[in-house]
């Protein structure tokens, strides 16, 4: 009962799921061999990269939803994950995620705390030079639904800007526009089933998707 009233609670909160009244997955598979068709036709993608990108027909499945307690929380209020393992665009969202990642690694990694060991680490250096005295102040904060509130064109835009700032205006030969139309993809073409119903994320990303 407390799943389905989490995911009532969810929906009602974020606003950033719609309800689908039929199974969105063949439309989504079309959906992904027309974008990659098309940018294979362009010469924005190589063979290669098409094939690597391409879903498997036969075994792609929807993603669905399931929920994880936050424990450290009032009341364990319950986390929204969507499985996205198998999802038609699961091979875009990793090729994006190889990409990307290490390009954000490389420039922002200085000022992004991964985790509590991280924390403690970055403290210690920052100890170590000096910066550390009595007027130093700690400030914590909660982000409440961080996933499921983010504006996509938004964040497709900070993709954008944070590319063109650092000069990758290519990467590994693909553009940044082809970059943003493949990250558009996942974004948009995000559904899900959960309780014998189909749904679609409209705001934000999936938290399970690379």
Known sequence: MKLVLSAVHTRKTTGAYEELST?????????????LNQLRSQNQIREWQKQKLIPVQNKIELAYMYFLAKPQKKGTPLRPIINTIHAVTARISKFLDQKLRPL?????????????VDLLHQLDQ??????????????????????TMLPQEESLKIIDEFLRQHNCHRIHGISIETIIELARLVL???AFVYGKKFYRQIIGGAMGSP
């Open 126 to 147: 920052y100890i170590q030079k000096g910066y550390f005295n009595s007027s130093t102040l700690f400030i914590t904060f909660n982000i409440t639904n961080l996933y």
């Open 188 to 190: 948009q073409a995000n």
């Open 23 to 35: 199974n969105p997955l063949n439309d989504i598979y079309r959906r992904v061999i027309n974008l």
């Open 104 to 116: 954000f690694n490389r420039y922002a990694r200085s000022t992004t705390i991964v985790d509590g």
